[in-house]
């Protein structure tokens, strides 16, 4: 496996008790789903897409963290999910998705 350029964590709000929080009653796992589809669509080959355990900004989620950046956006749907991929591929960030 190549090292990625950029990870993209999906929360996936599990926890260690084994109860599952907001991002993932807000499908999130659908979210997760709709990132691997339009990386595999736009051929972001340096791009990898993987969920998480519970990240604790439940008030933002589904919540979604951008690597190397930092980045973390709330509220992702599919539309901030396509702002945040476009944003990569300029070299830039989603700023209207940011979780301050």
């Excluded at 084994?18 to 997760?32: F, P, R, T």
């Excluded at 956006?73 to 989603?94: C, P, Q, R, S």
């Amino acid at each position: 496996m190549t090292k990625p350029t950029y990870h993209i964590f999906v929360c996936g709000s599990f926890r260690a008790t084994g109860a599952q929080g907001v991002c993932h009653k807000k499908e999130s796992a659908q979210l997760l789903q709709y990132f691997d589809q339009e990386v595999t669509d736009r051929g972001l080959d340096g791009l990898m897409v993987s969920s998480t355990g519970c990240l604790k900004t439940c008030d933002d989620g589904p919540v979604v963290i951008v690597y190397p950046q930092n980045v973390w956006y709330k509220k992702v749907n599919e539309e901030a999910a396509d702002a945040i991929l476009d944003a990569i591929e300029k070299g830039t960030v989603a700023e209207e998705h940011v979780l301050a």
